[in-house]
T-cell receptor, first 113, second 112 residues
Framework: GAGVSQSPSNKVTEKGKDVELRCDPI?????LYWYRQSLGQGLEFLIY????????KSGLPSDRFSAERTGGSVSTLTIQRTQQEDSAVYLC???????????FGDGTRLSIL | AQSVTQLDSQVPVFEEAPVELRCNYS??????LFWYVQYPNQGLQLLLK??????LVKGINGFEAEFNKSQTSFHLRKPSVHISDTAEYFC??????????FGTGTRLTVIP
């Protein structure tokens, strides 16, 4: 497909477990973003990747959250020792360089039991 | 840092009536403005964007928005809404590539 792809679409896990969320951006988009959307709230910026530059991690809520982007394409967001407050929809977006619109995936709905 | 205010968390409107969803942002030298729509269980889709040029921007699905620098606003309008317009609408502002600041969203409900 031509859009941003995220997997899994839904993830249910027990408190304390680690989870990995995957994002495949649109081909050719060098910028990649992760956001968190909690129930009834707006989007919270988590992290931004641009090409080979150091990522902007200023939005990560704690050191349990980390993300990497391999080969300038696929990105993985990892949450260690999950807590119930981590339950949310995690959205990935990609864009071309500059003030360009971001294209979003459908998100991963994460539920922590 | 930029901030975005969407004063109306919910807007009910009858089908075929006009609607305006309000968005205000904190001032900056230059900003780029966006409206996104989110349908249930989906990601965000771009409705329209303002990068430069004409302050009246037309987007998809009959929506338009007007950039007003003096009032730091970017209100979204549609002259006649349809049932299918029921969704969550997010205003967003960017002053540099790495940061897109979103408002808390406005839930538009179109009533038959």
């Amino acid at each position: 497909g031509a859009g941003v792809s995220q997997s899994p679409s839904n993830k249910v896990t027990e408190k304390g477990k680690d989870v990995e969320l995957r994002c495949d951006p649109i081909s050719g988009h060098t910028a990649l973003y992760w956001y968190r959307q909690s129930l009834g709230q707006g989007l919270e910026f988590l992290i931004y990747f641009q090409g080979n530059s150091a990522p902007d991690k200023s939005g990560l809520p704690s050191d349990r959250f980390s993300a990497e982007r391999t080969g300038g394409s696929v990105s993985t967001l990892t949450i260690q020792r999950t807590q119930q407050e981590d339950s949310a929809v995690y959205l990935c977006a990609s864009s071309l360089v500059g003030p360009q619109p971001q294209h979003f995936g459908d998100g991963t709905r994460l539920s922590i039991l | 840092a930029q901030s975005v205010t969407q004063l109306d968390s919910q807007v009910p409107v009858f089908e075929e009536a006009p609607v305006e969803l309000r968005c205000n942002y904190s001032s900056s030298v230059s900003v780029y403005l966006f409206w996104y729509v989110q349908y249930p269980n989906q990601g965000l889709q771009l409705l329209l964007k303002y990068l430069s040029g004409s302050t009246l921007v037309k987007g998809i699905n009959g929506f338009e928005a007007e950039f007003n620098k003096s009032q730091t606003s970017f209100h979204l309008r549609k002259p006649s809404v349809h049932i299918s317009d029921t969704a969550e609408y997010f205003c967003a502002v960017s002053d540099r590539p790495s940061n897109l600041f979103f408002g808390t969203g406005t839930r538009l409900t179109v009533i038959p």
